[in-house]
């Protein structure tokens, strides 16, 4: 008897294929793809209880631009970041549920995607980033943009929507509530968007899915 092995089935079962399927079709259809309740609930619930336990100094106010080094421009955006590397349990199961994301878009779409970069995000109540885009065409090796929201029990009047908009045009597309277990994604070069103050503390992770850049005397490792 011969076994049969696909790499299908090589995706570990906590992965929920429906919600990748969507986000694919999503994807490859307008662009963006947004899920409430949607991130594996034992992952979600160890990434809240790691972003609370780590201590404040952490997180760092966030640059502007590719490696960090440009200007803090306080005017653009307030919020303070934590780059996530495998260090913690929750850190490295994150990277795992979204190496497996990666994976899936890049047998379907055929993007190439090759590395991953990502942050926890803290917006403090009345912080913001404006209108911005997170990637420029022929500019950036980002493609594909991922976030979560780890904000149990927000409500309406918390404020702190991420506006999508239409591209080049101020159009608004739509509205993410940041609740807990949202993912939203979308295609890094082709949505302007903002995150709008909110009158609580505000956490999410900001992903990056990026595609190689490197010449061949260069190597181009993440942010
Ligand atoms: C970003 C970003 C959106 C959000 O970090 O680039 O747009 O809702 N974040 O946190
Ligand atoms: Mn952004």
Redesign the pocket.
């Known amino acids: 008897m011969s076994v049969v092995f696909t790499e299908e089935l090589a995706i570990e079962p906590t992965v929920d294929l429906k919600l990748f399927e969507t986000i694919t079709d999503n994807l490859a259809n307008q662009g963006y793809s947004i899920h409430p309740n949607a991130l594996p609930e034992p992952l979600l619930t160890q990434l809240h209880q790691h972003v609370h336990s780590m201590p404040d100094d952490y997180f760092k106010r ?1 640059g502007i631009g590719r490696e960090e080094q440009l200007m803090l421009n306080q005017f653009v ?1 307030k ?1 303070e ?1 934590c780059w996530i590397n495998g260090d913690s349990a929750a850190g490295q199961a994150w990277l795992d549920w979204t190496n497996q994301l990666q994976r899936y878009l890049n047998r379907h779409l055929f993007l190439g995607l090759f590395s991953f970069e990502s ?1 926890f ?1 803290h ?1 403090s109540p009345g912080d913001f ?1 404006k209108t ?1 885009k ?1 990637a420029f065409k022929g500019e950036s090796n980002r493609v594909v ?1 991922i ?1 979560v ?1 780890l904000n149990p029990d927000w409500l309406k009047e918390d404020q ?3 506006v999508i908009y239409q591209d080049d045009s101020q159009q608004e597309l739509v509205r ?1 509530t ?1 609740s807990f277990g949202t993912i ?1 994604v979308f295609l890094s070069e082709d949505f302007p ?3 709008l103050p909110a009158t609580r503390d ?1 956490y ?3 992903g ?1 899915f990026r595609v190689n850049s490197s010449g061949n005397n260069r190597v181009d490792p993440p942010r």
Do not use: F, N
Request: glycine share 4%; aromatic share 14%.
């Open positions: 966030a955006r919020d970041v942050h995000a917006y980033y911005h997170d943009t976030v929201y702190g929507e991420l993410v940041p939203v968007h903002e995150v505000r999410s992770i900001a990056w």
